[in-house]
């Protein structure tokens, strides 16, 4: 899917690196977390990102709970992020009950506007996981509005928890950092719901259904 989006390029790629290393922990027998941990120790600031979403996540008390985790970036900004999503194997829908994200932007000038940014770019995300969807018939798009082209509303909106490091560093950008951490982490979540993976957004109940049932 290539469109004027957040996190163009990234979002997508992110969402196939982000899954494949949750992939890889497994094999080696690993905990997501910690094993991106050791990959991150020449970048303390990353590695701060990923203590700080466990905190505020309490990843390591997930009992009875499916929590996804993802570590991406844009530009020179990078994110940590958790999901935490519940599944319904009989229609197939995927309900995000919390997003948790830890973000480093470099100083942050108006913090305010930058929590709206972020916010924003975390909604996007679960947009683009969720629903959004081209379809192309002889030639043409079929959607042509919102009617038919599928986003998170406001009601579908899950809590949202944020933190943004205080750094010495130059800012570096906030408007697009929010969105490509979001997809790997749903479906990481997904996987630590229904030991499934998915490979292909938007992550929609057909999608799903069939992923249950491979």
Known sequence: RLS???GIGASYTAF????FMDELAEQAGRDPLDFRMDLVQENPRGKHLLEKVAEMSDWYNRDHRALGLSFAGY???MA???????????SGEIQIKKFWAAIDAGMIVTPDNALN???GG???GISMALTEKIDIENGEVVQNNYWDYEITRAAQVPEIEIYVAEVDAPPVGVGEVGTPM???????????AQGKRLRHMPFTPDRVTQALEG
């Open 4 to 6: 004027p989006y957040r």
């Open 16 to 19: 196939a690196a982000e899954c």
């Open 75 to 77: 530009s020179s900004s």
């Open 80 to 90: 940590a992020g958790v999901a935490e999503v519940e599944v319904d194997p009989d």
């Open 117 to 119: 940014q972020i916010e």
């Open 122 to 124: 975390i909604i996007f």
């Open 182 to 192: 979001v997809p790997s982490a749903i479906a990481n979540a997904f996987y630590a």
